[in-house]
C-alpha cells in the first residue's frame, strides 16, 4: 500500500503508479529466458566484407557526412571508475604494506608509465612531503595508492572514467573524455566541420566535464580544424526503479521508499531526445591513443557506410510499399532482402496474401536500425551475437547476455557455446524513419528482458531491478546487422593496470 509520502515521491520523479505495479510483477514472476534459435557467425549473420566492399562502404559513409545529415557520438559516461582500483582498495584495507600479488606489483613497477603518473607525483609532494620514488623506497606504498584514490589525492576512487588521465602524450596527458572529442573529429565530421558529442553523465559529477571539455575543446578544435558542438545529459529519475525486500515487499529506508537507477538501459530515454538523424554508440573506456586510431576510424566509417546503404535501400522499399504501386516479385525481392540483408525471418510470410505481406513488410522495414561491429571471442566478458525468437514468433539477430539464456537447458547452453564472436559496444544507428521523422525509441524495447540482482543497503539485503540493457532489450524490435571488426577496435580499461597495455601506452 503506497502512502501519501509515497505518491508525492513518485510524483517527483515522474514514476507512474502503474509502472510500480508492473515492476512489482516483475519481482514476483522473474524475466523469461530468451529462447535461442543459433549462435550468429560469419556463416549465420555476421558480415565480413573483403578489402573492395570495405572501400566502396567507407565511400558511402564519407558521401553522406558530405550531405545534410546530422550525426551524433552518443557516449555514455556516468560510471564510477571505483571497480578500476578494485585491487588497489584490497591493498590499501590489507593487513601487509609491501606489494605481494602479482597486479600490485605489476602496478609499483611500472608506476611512473601511467599517464597520469605526473599528477599523481604532485599530490604525494603536496601531501607528504615525499615524491612517488622516495614514498616507494621508504617502504610507504599505501601513502602513494592514498594519494591516487582519496579525495585529498586524485580522487581517483570516485571519480568516473571519463575523468581520468588515459593515454600519455608529448604535449601533456589526455583524459578518456577528450579522446572521444577527438575520435568525433576523425569520422563523424559533418559538412559545415560540426562534431557532436553527447555525454550522460551523473549529477555530481557533470561540472567536471564540463570544466574539461571548456578547457580542452578549443585545442582538439583548433587541432582538426572543426567546431565542437558538445552535450551532456542525466539518466532520467523517472527511469529509476523500485527496490524490493526479500519477500518482494517495497524497501523502505526509515519509512521512505527506495529506488534505485536502471542501469544503462535507462539511457535510451537520453538518446531518444537527442536530435539526430544517425548516432554512434561507444563506451567511455574503449579508446587508443592517436597512434593507433587508424584502425577504430576505419571500422567506424565502414559500419556507419553499412547502417547508410542499408537506410537507402530501406527507404525505396517503404516508399513503394507505401504507393501500392508494386507486384508479386516486388514483393518477394522485398522479403529476400528481410531476410538476408535484414536478418529477420518468419516463416508464416508463405501463407500470406500479398496485401497482407505489403503490411507485414510495411511494419518490419519501419523500424530503427543497428549496425553492430562483433569481435571474435577472445574470452571477455559481455554480451554475444545470437539468432533469437521474438515475441511475434520471428526469428532476428539479438546481442545477448548470458543472464538472459537458460543455461541449464541442455539445448540453450550448446548453442551459447557455439558463440564464435561477443559484443565490444560499438554501434551505429540511423533513428530516423523514411518521412524524415524521429522514431520513439522506448516504443522499441522488450521489457521483458530486465534483471533483477541482489543487493543490500544499511546491511539489509534487497533486490534490484535492471531495466533491459541499451544493446540488449532497450533495442531488441530494431533492425540488426552485425558485421566482424578487428579485436584492435576493442581496448577496454576495466583495471587500472590495463592502461599499462601496449595499446593505451
Known amino acids: 500500500m503506497l502512502t501519501k509520502e509515497d505518491l508525492t515521491l513518485l510524483q517527483s520523479k515522474g514514476i507512474s503508479q502503474q509502472q510500480i505495479d508492473d515492476q512489482l510483477v516483475y519481482f514476483e514472476e522473474g524475466f523469461p529466458y530468451l529462447k535461442l534459435f543459433g549462435s550468429a557467425s560469419v556463416e549465420k549473420g555476421i558480415m565480413r566484407l573483403d578489402a573492395k566492399e570495405e572501400k566502396h562502404f567507407i565511400n558511402n559513409w564519407e ?18 571508475a571505483s571497480r578500476m582500483f578494485k585491487n588497489l582498495f584490497e591493498f590499501l584495507d590489507g593487513s601487509f ?3 605481494k600479488t602479482d597486479f600490485e606489483i605489476n602496478f609499483f613497477q611500472h ?4 599517464a597520469f603518473a605526473t599528477a599523481l607525483n604532485h599530490a604525494c609532494l603536496k601531501n607528504d612531503a615525499k615524491s612517488i620514488d622516495q614514498l616507494i623506497e621508504t617502504g610507504n606504498y599505501k601513502a602513494v595508492v592514498k594519494n591516487l584514490l582519496s579525495a585529498e589525492g586524485l580522487n581517483y576512487g570516485t571519480l568516473p572514467k571519463g575523468l581520468l588521465l588515459f593515454h600519455p602524450y608529448s604535449e ?73 525486500d526479500t519477500s518482494n515487499q517495497p524497501f523502505r529506508d526509515n519509512g521512505k521508499l527506495v529506488f534505485r537507477p536502471g542501469g544503462h ?6 538518446l531518444n531526445d537527442l536530435d539526430t538523424d544517425i548516432v554512434f554508440v561507444k563506451n567511455i573506456d574503449n579508446i587508443v591513443p592517436d597512434r593507433l586510431k587508424d584502425t577504430t576510424v576505419k571500422y567506424k ?45 518468419n516463416p508464416e510470410t508463405k501463407t500470406l496474401e500479398d496485401s497482407e505481406l505489403a503490411i507485414y513488410l510495411m511494419h518490419k522495414l519501419n523500424r530503427p536500425i543497428r549496425v553492430c561491429g562483433m569481435v571474435k571471442n577472445a574470452g571477455e566478458p559481455g554480451g554475444g551475437p545470437f539468432w533469437a525468437y521474438n515475441q511475434d514468433g ?9 543472464s538472459q539464456i537458460d543455461l541449464k537447458d541442455p539445448e540453450m547452453k550448446v548453442l551459447f557455446e557455439q558463440g564464435t564472436h561477443f559484443n565490444p ?58 558485421v566482424e571488426v578487428p579485436i584492435e577496435t576493442f581496448n577496454p580499461v576495466k583495471t587500472v593496470n590495463d592502461l599499462l597495455r601496449p595499446q593505451h601506452q
Open 63 to 80: 558521401s553522406y557526412l558530405k550531405g545534410q545529415g546530422k550525426v551524433y557520438k552518443f557516449v555514455p559516461a556516468s560510471g564510477a
Open 97 to 99: 604494506d609491501q606489494p
Open 111 to 114: 608506476i611512473h608509465a601511467f
Open 172 to 244: 601533456g596527458p589526455r583524459k578518456a573524455v577528450v579522446e572521444h572529442l577527438v575520435e568525433g573529429a576523425l569520422y563523424a565530421e559533418s559538412k559545415d566541420n560540426m562534431v557532436n558529442v553527447h555525454f550522460t553523465v551523473s549529477p555530481e559529477h557533470r561540472s567536471f566535464f564540463e570544466a574539461e571539455v571548456k578547457a580542452s575543446a578549443p585545442l582538439v578544435e583548433k587541432k582538426f580544424g572543426i567546431s565542437l558542438n558538445i552535450s551532456f545529459s542525466e539518466q532520467k529519475p523517472s527511469t529509476d526503479t523500485i527496490a524490493v
Open 265 to 270: 538501459g535507462a539511457l535510451i530515454e537520453n
Open 301 to 345: 566509417k565502414l559500419i556507419a557506410g553499412i547502417l547508410v546503404s542499408l537506410q537507402k535501400q530501406i527507404f525505396e522499399y517503404l516508399n513503394l510499399l507505401e504507393s501500392g504501386k508494386y507486384n508479386h516479385d516486388e514483393l518477394l525481392e522485398i522479403i529476400h532482402f528481410l531476410q538476408h540483408q535484414l536478418y529477420t525471418r
Open 394 to 402: 520471428t526469428i532476428s539477430l539479438q546481442i545477448l547476455e548470458s
Open 425 to 482: 559496444v560499438d554501434l551505429v544507428c540511423a533513428v530516423r524513419n523514411y518521412k524524415g521523422q524521429k522514431f520513439d525509441l522506448t516504443k522499441y524495447v522488450d521489457k521483458q528482458t530486465g534483471f533483477i540482482s541482489l543487493k543490500s543497503k544499511n546491511g539489509k539485503d534487497l533486490k534490484a531491478l535492471e531495466l533491459p540493457g541499451l544493446w540488449n532489450g532497450a533495442m531488441s524490435d530494431w533492425n540488426t546487422i552485425f
